[in-house]
């Protein structure tokens, strides 16, 4: 983070929900503004050049889908959903437009923290490009060398299983949609095979999670993809 004080904006039209925000934001000290539409929370990101967005989907002037297909023609800041909408197909839309994150109302501000957090982590690992090698679990992972290793044994990837797990390592912490995951680790002319994901999903927690059945590292977002904590 370049800023000592990171500043974040939150596009929510209902106040109660806007100041909840905004209050959980400001005792972890960041600089918050906020905008209660489409067009204001635009303004605000061009003139306050934020670290992270919270955004609602539903605005008086538009839908925060709008917004997003806007700021991501020329800004890649994190996008946080925060929305009542619990259908998947919002989220997937959400995600795929360019969201980071998604987050269902109601929320603990806790929570919220967590994912606020998470983002700005993974920006900061991504802007120190320096960072290829990873460890989680028993796991050791070097991009440069391209060598994984459990217990410091060598375990055996397929080429498809490594550029799987080298896309979820430089993705961490945030949901990735099937749509996501097949452009980056197959391309665009598997981008229908959702079935690759999964299987492939499958393959890596055998190899990678102490409990394949229970994973706690690659985990599944019901109806929507996959998050990677390490
Ligand atoms: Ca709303």
């Given at each position: 983070m370049s800023k000592l004080i990171p500043v974040a904006i939150v596009i929510e039209d209902e106040p109660d929900i806007r100041r909840l925000i905004k209050v959980t934001l400001e005792l972890e000290n960041f600089m918050v503004f906020e905008a209660s539409s489409v067009s204001r929370g635009l303004i605000e990101s061009r003139s306050r050049q934020p670290e992270v967005v919270l955004l609602d989907l539903g605005l008086p002037d538009g839908s925060g889908m709008d917004f997003i297909r806007d700021i991501r023609s020329w800004s890649d800041v994190p996008i946080i959903v925060v929305s009542a909408r619990t259908h998947e197909d919002d989220k997937i839309a959400a995600l795929n437009l360019g969201a980071d994150d998604y987050l269902t109302k109601p929320f603990s501000p806790g929570e919220l923290m967590a994912r606020v957090r998470a983002q700005l982590r993974r920006r900061s690992m991504t802007s120190n490009?320096?960072?290829t090698t990873f460890r989680f679990g028993r796991i050791d992972v070097d991009l440069t060398a391209r060598v994984v290793k459990r217990d410091d044994e060598i375990l055996h990837l397929t080429p498809i299983e490594y550029r799987l797990l080298a896309f979820l390592l430089t993705h961490q912490n945030t949901v990735l949609t099937h749509r996501q995951i097949l452009l980056g680790?197959?391309?665009?002319?598997?981008?229908?095979?959702?079935h690759y994901v999964r299987i492939y999903m499958g393959t890596l927690r055998k190899k990678l999670e102490d409990d394949p059945v229970q994973p706690?590292?690659?985990?599944t977002e019901t109806g929507v993809g996959y998050r990677f904590i390490a």
């Open positions: 490009k320096g960072e680790v197959w391309g665009p002319n598997d981008i229908e095979n959702h706690i590292h690659v985990i």
